[in-house]
């Protein structure tokens, strides 16, 4: 199994920064890629970045220039380095890795961003 453990969301206003961190624990050698995704009230999750084990780079085309996702390897952690927030990117935030495991998808419990304005 592997287990997921988010930490750093927060209220912060507009045009402002916060940086979410993943860290991953348990078979991490399954890992084959790690993405965050979001949910606001009301709408579907959605994918905001995914990153494989080789470093490619997937990101929402309505964050790409003000979101960067980066990982420290020794730390098993995934980061998420969200700059120049808007209000509509208040959402609960999910970290989630693609496994080679039989259960196939693991996910974090969430984290809660709200951007103000």
């Known amino acids: 199994q592997v287990q997921l453990v988010e930490s750093g969301g927060g209220l912060v206003q507009s045009g402002g920064s916060l940086r979410l961190s993943c860290a991953a624990s348990?078979?991490?050698?399954?890992?084959?890629?790690m993405a965050w995704y979001r949910q606001a009230p009301g709408k579907q999750r959605e994918l905001v970045v995914s990153i494989t084990r080789s470093g490619t780079t997937n990101y929402a085309d309505s964050v790409k220039g003000r979101f960067t996702i980066s990982r420290e390897n020794a730390k098993n952690t995934v980061y998420l380095q969200m700059n120049s927030l808007k209000p509509e990117d208040t959402a609960v935030y999910y970290c989630s890795a693609e496994t080679t495991l039989q259960t196939r998808d693991y996910w974090g419990q969430g984290t809660q961003v709200t951007v103000s304005s």
């Open positions: 348990g078979r991490l050698f399954s890992i084959r890629a």
